[in-house]
């Protein structure tokens, strides 16, 4: 298996920056993408920001320009740089692992979940 756990979230008012890490351990030659997701009371979970093995990044439009993420490599910390923090971006943020599709490794992880709330 693969764990996943986050840190750095936290309260922020507007404007300010926050930066999330997730540490993988376990079985991290499973790990093939990587991503940060947040879910919001009512709202469905979504997907903020996507880094591939490769290291080719997409984002969520409303992050775009705001948000940064980056990993060194599969068993190297996964991070979030959050820049211009809005109210709207209070959620509470999940780190995921995409397996690289074949045997123990046929699945994605998550981790717990960690608050980012931003005042206005």
């Known amino acids: 298996q693969v764990q996943l756990v986050e840190s750095g979230g936290g309260l922020v008012q507007a404007g300010g920056s926050l930066r999330l890490s997730c540490a993988a351990s376990?079985?991290?030659?499973?790990?093939?993408?990587m991503g940060w997701y947040r879910q919001a009371p009512g709202k469905e979970r979504e997907l903020v920001a996507h880094?591939?093995?490769?290291?080719?990044?997409n984002y969520a439009d409303s992050v775009k320009g705001r948000f940064t993420i980056s990993r060194d490599g599969a068993a190297d910390p996964l991070y979030l740089q959050m820049n211009s923090l809005e109210p709207e971006d209070t959620a509470v943020y999940y780190c995921?692992?995409?397996?690289?599709?074949?045997?123990?490794?046929?699945?994605?992880?998550w981790g717990k979940g960690i608050l980012v709330s931003v005042s206005s």
């Open positions: 995921n692992a995409e397996g690289l599709g074949w045997g123990p490794c046929d699945r994605s992880y």
């Open positions: 376990g079985d991290t030659d499973c790990i093939s993408a």
């Open positions: 880094i591939t093995g490769g290291l080719i990044t």
